[in-house]
């Protein structure tokens, strides 16, 4: 009688997964070319980091933050980010703006955004302020829930 | 003692069993087997749909043209602040029914929030979109036999959302395009025009993003 393999439906699904794997998720890493010595003296921001997920921790990494004032009166924040592997990959994120007293300005639109960074690729994420009481800012980062 | 027959049978379950298993699993992980709830319109687990312009394309639109607006420094331009905007024209070049409103509305709200403009809801293409504010300034008028000092738009904001639809074998691609242009009433010129592009790309509908 013809032996039958328990391990035949695994194979084919791992087969399967290679191939998805294979051409599905090609690798195409970034490279960057810029001035060896910037000319620009961006004002930088001394930032404090609460890091819950360690994976997003090793996949990107936070180059720089700085901050300007548009036209004297809201403030802008800029986020340089990497992606530190080979693949592309998705984020999301949030800026959040407080008031001088610490309060959270809430406006009609504080939607989080998708971003999608390819394999070694440096990004820069902004956000403004939605009025000039804001002072403080807040960069909420997540890897896409998909 | 188990004979051959019945581990044969036990092979042949497990054998029929096992994709069917692995179905369901995939099945539900996918579909999430979930009953109604509320997520954060603004957060990253609504659904998104490739024939649909979803809330999440409105608020990033909205977003990234009020960020644009802002950055531009056009609005510290006009002589008397705050400044006031009417809204013109959005044009639906897509292939779907839209409500503007999903777009101009959150435009509005934000830099009526930023302190730069003010909206006027009596002064709109084809007529008040308050009409009861207009009736009653015009009686005011009446009353007092002069005219009211309205302040008259400095500003117009109008614009254009088309579409842009692709496939390739299955999978099917869907490019939402945000055109706006913001023009100084005194000199007819768009002082600021901008466009936000909103790619989606798939097989068919998901949730999360």
Redesign the interface.
């Known amino acids: 009688m013809k032996r039958i393999s328990l391990l035949r439906p695994l194979a084919v699904a791992f087969a399967g997964a290679l191939l998805l794997f294979a051409t599905g998720c090609r690798t195409s890493s970034v490279d960057t070319i810029q001035r060896a010595e910037p000319r620009a003296q961006p004002t930088v921001v001394e930032d404090e980091r609460i890091a819950t997920d360690r994976s997003l921790g090793r996949i990107v990494e936070v180059r720089s933050v700085n901050e300007a004032m548009v036209n004297n009166d809201l403030l802008r924040v800029q986020v340089e980010l990497r992606n530190t592997r080979r693949a592309l990959q998705r984020f999301n994120y949030q800026f959040e703006w407080f008031d001088e007293e610490g309060m959270l300005i809430q406006q009609a639109t504080t939607p989080w955004r998708a971003l999608q960074v390819e394999g070694g690729e440096i990004v820069t994420i902004s956000g403004v302020a939605p009025n000039s009481r804001v002072v403080d800012f807040r960069l909420k980062l997540m890897t896409s829930v998909r | 003692m188990e004979t051959k027959s019945n581990r044969?049978s036990t092979?042949?379950l497990?054998?029929l069993l096992?994709?069917f298993g692995?179905g369901l699993l995939v099945l539900t992980a996918s579909t999430g087997c979930r009953s109604a709830g509320y997520v954060d319109p603004?957060?990253?687990?609504t659904i998104v749909t490739l024939d649909d312009i979803n809330i999440?394309d409105w608020?990033?639109a909205?977003?990234r043209m009020?960020?644009s607006l802002?950055?531009s420094?056009v609005l510290?331009r006009a002589p008397e602040q705050p400044s006031v905007m009417a809204v013109s024209r959005i044009v639906n070049n897509t292939s779907i029914q839209v409500d503007t409103n999903m777009l101009t509305?959150?435009i509005r709200?934000?830099l009526n929030?930023?302190?730069k403009v003010l909206t006027t809801t009596t002064i709109g293409l084809g007529g008040a979109e308050d009409p009861l504010a207009e009736d009653e300034r015009m009686y005011q008028e009446f009353l007092e036999d002069r005219p009211t000092e309205q302040r008259r738009p400095y500003f117009t904001l109008s614009g254009r959302i088309m579409e842009d639809q692709v496939r390739a074998g299955r999978t099917r691609q869907t490019t939402y395009i945000f055109q706006l242009a913001m023009t100084e009433v005194s000199s007819g010129l768009a002082v600021w025009e901008d466009e936000v592009q909103i790619t989606k790309q798939g097989t068919r509908s998901?949730?999360?993003?």
Do not use: H, M, V, Y
């Open positions: 044969n092979r042949f497990l054998r096992t994709p692995l603004g957060g990253p687990r999440q608020n990033e909205a977003d009020i960020d802002l950055i420094g510290d509305g959150k709200r934000d929030q930023s302190g998901a949730i999360g993003w």
